[in-house]
């Protein structure tokens, strides 16, 4: 059974739109597929109506990513199986929704001090009704040939200590946990081995997270070594988190699509094991 539980789409930063996602995503064979966007949960109506009238096979989990600061560090929690309409979640996702704008803002300020003009107007209309975030920032300086790729744009402009960075002033942890929990969902770390820190400071995350009330964390992605893959499981087993896998899913490219090279190591436990979705597609494979 194929299964991916990070995914994104133009509600956010990704470059379908809900509709192409889960297309895509039936056309890819994924069978469970969490659409989770940046602080916002407004593509999911229009994927599940999709999935509806199309017939698709794919079940929709409905779940969002939630943007948080950890002793200064921008941590990512996925949250899944919530109820999107839960007041507790929608308060959350208004309060980020005000930090993201003016961040942006102070953005194209920095940058157009720095004689580069026009670049929140430029990143606010690649995100049209969607969370603005710096990847639209990158993609628009792409495009206007400020920089050559992404990673050019965030190590010479985007990134902290450089002319466009503005600190970020997300939600604790915990309280996005609180939220996703409130909304009847489960937390999961994502992406740990993302946030460039040593063994010693990933062990504090594990155990703040864990601590917080943390359900899970991500232990398969699709662009990982073997290595990496197993020390996260291993330590998923040490610190009593279960284990999830997701592509995080932006746009179609050589080495990332939905569903690509996602399984879990033997000893890790899978987040979805309960899930009555879960169980049922197994009974039927049975059959």
């Given amino acids: 059974m194929l299964i991916d539980l990070h995914s994104h789409t133009t509600a956010s930063d990704g470059q379908l739109t809900p509709s192409e996602l889960v297309n895509r995503a039936e056309n890819r064979q994924v069978n ?11 593509g999911l109506i229009e994927a ?17 990513e939630v943007t948080t600061n950890w002793l200064n560090h921008e941590i990512h929690v996925v949250g899944v199986n919530i109820d999107p309409n839960n007041v507790q979640l929608q308060a959350l ?6 930090k993201r704008e003016s961040r942006a803002i102070e953005m194209g300020r920095r940058l157009a001090k720095a004689k580069i003009e026009g670049v929140y107007e430029g990143a606010k209309a690649l995100a049209g009704d969607g969370a603005i975030t ?8 792409v495009e206007q040939g400020v920089a050559p790729t992404f990673q050019k744009v965030f190590d010479k402009y985007l990134s902290r200590g450089n002319t466009g960075y503005v600190p970020h002033n997300w939600v604790d942890i915990e309280e996005a946990i609180v939220a996703i929990h409130k909304a009847g969902g489960q937390a999961i770390l994502a992406h740990p081995n993302h946030y460039n820190l040593s063994n010693k400071w990933m062990r504090r995350l594990f155990t703040e997270f864990k601590e917080a009330g943390g359900d899970a964390m991500e232990v398969a992605m699709g662009q990982q070594s073997p290595q990496v893959r197993l020390q996260l499981a291993m330590w998923s087993e040490e610190y009593d988190l279960l284990a999830s896998q997701g592509s995080d899913f932006h746009f ?9 090279a996602l399984h879990l190591p033997k000893m890790a436990k899978p987040l979805w094991l309960d899930w009555p979705i879960y169980k049922k597609l197994t009974e039927a494979e049975e059959v």
């Fill in 252 to 260: 179609v490219g050589r080495w990332r699509d939905l569903g690509k």
């Fill in 32 to 42: 469970i597929l969490a659409i989770t966007d940046h602080d916002t949960v407004d």
């Fill in 93 to 98: 996702i208004a309060l980020q929704k005000e």
């Fill in 134 to 141: 710096r990847a639209h920032f990158a993609r628009y300086l």
């Fill in 48 to 64: 599940q109506n999709t999935i509806d009238e199309k017939g698709l096979k794919l079940s929709l989990i409905k779940g969002i």
